[in-house]
């Protein structure tokens, strides 16, 4: 099973980055995750918002593997603990599919990146920068193996 962490915008700041490059080194192994970066949807005076998100949306659906199980990073989804994301990431290990994750921009998901998800994952009730939980979900995903693992990392 390999992973995508698909991901509206581009150049995290440095300390993102290689914090990112970390956990992805580390996951290598477990979980091959691999980062597609979109272009942020132009936005400004004069632009329609809506245009584009939808734009971000078929960009997005786009760079989803095909049948891969998808899990939209969004607010109102449902919050897990690092366990229960384990325990998730064991559930779609007996599947045998492909993961893709969807970040979304400073607007959050398109509409119809959302409904193409087959389960919605909030880290909180936090706002966080879009390119901070890049790094968020890829330590957690590290996590996740290791607590699969009984790997030490986790000390909870």
């Not at 936090?126 to 699969?148: D, K, N």
């Amino acid at each position: 099973m390999r992973a995508r962490l698909i991901s509206v915008g581009e150049r995290m700041p440095a300390w993102v980055a290689d914090g990112y490059a970390e956990y992805q080194k580390r996951l290598s192994r477990d979980l091959p995750l691999e980062l597609v970066e979109l272009k942020l949807g132009e936005r400004g005076k004069g632009r329609d918002l809506k245009r584009a998100l939808d734009d971000e949306g078929a960009a997005m659906l786009a760079a989803i593997p095909r049948d891969a199980h998808v899990v939209a990073l969004d607010g109102r989804g449902k919050t897990w603990s690092s366990e229960q994301l384990a325990e998730e990431l064991a559930g779609w290990r007996m599947q045998g599919r492909d993961l893709a994750f969807l970040i979304g921009g400073p607007d959050g998901l398109a509409a119809a990146a959302l409904a193409r998800a087959n389960q919605r994952f909030s880290l909180g009730a936090l706002t966080l920068p879009h390119m901070l939980v890049r790094l968020i979900l890829a330590e957690q995903l590290y996590r996740a193996t290791s607590l699969l693992s009984n790997h030490p990392y986790h000390r909870a």
